[in-house]
């Protein structure tokens, strides 16, 4: 055998070696991710049964006339006050908290749940929206190539899938709520100088043309039609991620509440 032939036999074995080694590190890092998700989802469902599952009611008041935190976020809101939400998709993986830190809009993008740098992160909710006094929530989370975090938003491009789960859970701290979609729509994250409808604007919102535009530019850029359209004083909802069939691609499910 050639000397040459040698060194290319060598090579190549380092490069296995080390992709299998990289290999490992990711399933390793997914799991420990996954687990940790788990965790957080049996807490999430122990407290619920305690406040009587669905039959509690959605929003309480104690004496003095204040909004009560739910059974099934006084563990987590004590563990974590970041806390602002629970988002629950039947059909596919995405049963999270919504997490939101008031001194860094993006600190989940790479964080857990005990505020661990995770290369995950956590659905977070934008620095333009609040829960209890936003008319736009807007979520954003990771295309995990694992299949967690948003990813499952995925299955959206299809109507079929649609027409199976046109609904959703969304909990706040205080209310369980429901919504249902409008549309769901491709875009991308444009430059600050393109003159473009861009969805993850919602600090420009706030009047009723505004909102009625907005809502119009939604539908027009709709991938089919869900005969469910919204107007100025409902709620929505819009779960944003990446789509990677273009630069910069996004992916959006926008709803309302029910």
């Known amino acids: 055998m050639s000397k040459t032939k040698k060194i290319l036999i060598a090579v190549s074995f380092l490069v296995l070696v080390f992709s299998l080694v990289n290999m490992t590190r990711i399933f390793l890092r997914d799991y420990a991710e996954q687990q940790k998700i788990s965790e957080l989802t049996k807490v999430w469902r122990d407290s619920s049964g305690k406040g009587g599952g669905d039959t509690f009611p959605s929003l309480l008041f104690n004496k003095a006339n204040e909004p009560v935190i739910l059974p099934e976020f006084r563990e987590l809101y004590e563990r974590n006050p970041d806390i602002v939400g629970w988002l629950k998709i039947d059909g596919t993986r995405i049963e999270y908290p919504v997490m939101q830190n008031p001194q860094d809009a993006e600190y989940y993008l790479d964080h857990d749940f005990d505020k661990k740098e995770n290369h995950g992160g956590l659905p977070f909710l934008d620095k333009h929206s609040q829960t209890h006094s936003s008319d736009i929530l807007l979520i954003h989370g990771h295309h995990m190539k694992s299949g967690w975090m948003f990813k499952d938003l995925m299955k959206y491009k299809n109507k079929s899938f649609y027409q199976e789960h046109a609904t959703f859970q969304f909990s706040t701290l205080y209310e369980k709520e429901e ?80």
């Open 179 to 258: 919504y249902e979609i409008v549309a769901v729509i491709l875009s991308k994250v444009y430059r600050k100088s393109d003159d473009v409808f861009k969805y993850y604007q919602i600090e420009n919102v706030s009047t009723p043309v505004e909102f009625d535009s907005y809502v119009q530019n939604i539908k027009k850029l709709s991938l089919y039609d869900t005969g469910v359209t919204a107007q100025y004083g409902d709620k929505l909802i819009v779960l944003s991620t990446c789509e990677y069939s273009t630069e910069n691609g996004r992916l959006a499910v926008v709803t309302r509440k029910r």
